[in-house]
């Protein structure tokens, strides 16, 4: 007999179900409660003590900086895989076997390129625009160019390939994004390259010259896609799989996942963090400035790259990408001095009360975007590069919503409104 919990509302006693977790994580099952209540609900803005779904996919201990994909520990992959082979894991529930890994690769491989008429839409866009909103425009108009995908729910073939098109052709449209930015020609994707290498190429080669690739940025950018791939039910996953419950197609509800990454509270904190640091260096570079800021209740400035949702003790991603993020520095020689603020930054609030009596501490962004900058990616693409990393974990968690037949998500509320009252025409009022 399991857990029960007991519920006493007016004098009545509910017995509620506890759910148990593989991992032991318990969770009190409500899912009869307004039914049985005659109307109760629970209130928990920002889903803080909420689960939305039973999931087989991430393990996460925020307590415990845990952070394992489908059983594998994060360290383990970012030292061993490459980004494909983990997004395959992500997807499918298994590492695959040289046979399945090379398929995949070649899939993948050979659908990198986007339709020429797609071109056009870049063109249409203001130099100055912001490569997230282009990127989430053009995933969306994806299943334009790609009709089946609008039922691949129902049809697991077209679903694969919808899947291999969606993870070829992001780095693509991202770095096209990128270029047209700039007013520069389109690379098209080469496709003797892997999968990171490819993007850097997109990125940075020219009609006129070759982008000479280094094996630290191409391990750096590995290593960061895969630790970005997947993160349970975030804000862009749980707005990935609310999109999809209504069965809108897969483009759509990762095109819906990039627009909610792109927030400074969620995405956009890499972004966010170089700002930061641009913001303090041209103030002068006082450190001890803007951590009083952050401390100050009536200041709404926070030390981006600071804090996390989940993790309240260490950020398991961050150990592994301050050691990377050290790497390309000494590898590129590097001197910029954001990065002398940065490491006055950490070490500052690292010491400070406020910081260690909330744990506060840097998390996956805070490095990220310092890697990003030294390999060249412009502020306003890190985001970008977040959501390539993240595209196998809104696949994997919308795979499973529409395998497990979830229902629409459709949260409740309690209305705090006008009471009822009537029509005044205008001359009256
Ligand atoms: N700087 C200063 N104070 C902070 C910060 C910060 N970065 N983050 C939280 N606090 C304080 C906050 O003011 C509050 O203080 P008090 O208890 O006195 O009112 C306390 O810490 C708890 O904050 P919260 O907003 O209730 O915490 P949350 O779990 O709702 O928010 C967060 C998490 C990530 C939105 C927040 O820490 C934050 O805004 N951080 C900066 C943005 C950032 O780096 N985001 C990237 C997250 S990692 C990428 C991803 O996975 O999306």
Redesign the pocket.
Known sequence: MGEIAKLELNGKLYELPVIEGTENEKGIDISSLRAATGGYITLDP?F?NTGSTKSAITYLDGENGILRYRGYPIDQLADNASFLEVSFLIIYGNLPTKVELDQFKESITNHTLVHEDMKQFFEAYPAKAHPMGVLASMICSLSTFYPESLNEDRAPEAKDLTIHRLIAKLPTLAAWSYKNARRHPFMYPNNNFDYCENFLHMMFAMPTSNYEIDSVVVSALNKLLILHAE?EQ??STSTVRIVGSSHANLYASVSAGISALWG????G?NQ??IEMLEKISNDGGNVDKWVAK??D?NDSF????????VYKNF?PRATIIKKACDEVLVKLGVNDPLLEIAKKLEKVALEDE??KA?N?YP????YSGIIYKAIGIPTEMFTVMFAIGRLPGWIAQWGEMIENKEPIGRPRQIYTGENHRDYVPVEKR
Not at 264 to 267: F, R, T, V, W
Not at 302 to 309: E, K, S, T
Not at 363 to 366: E, K, L, Q
């Open positions: 920002g803080k993160h975030n804000c400074p509270l969620h995405g904190a966010a963090v952050a401390k209740k926070r030390l981006m790259g600071f804090g996390h949702r950020d406020y910081f909330r506060l998390n996956v962004d805070f």
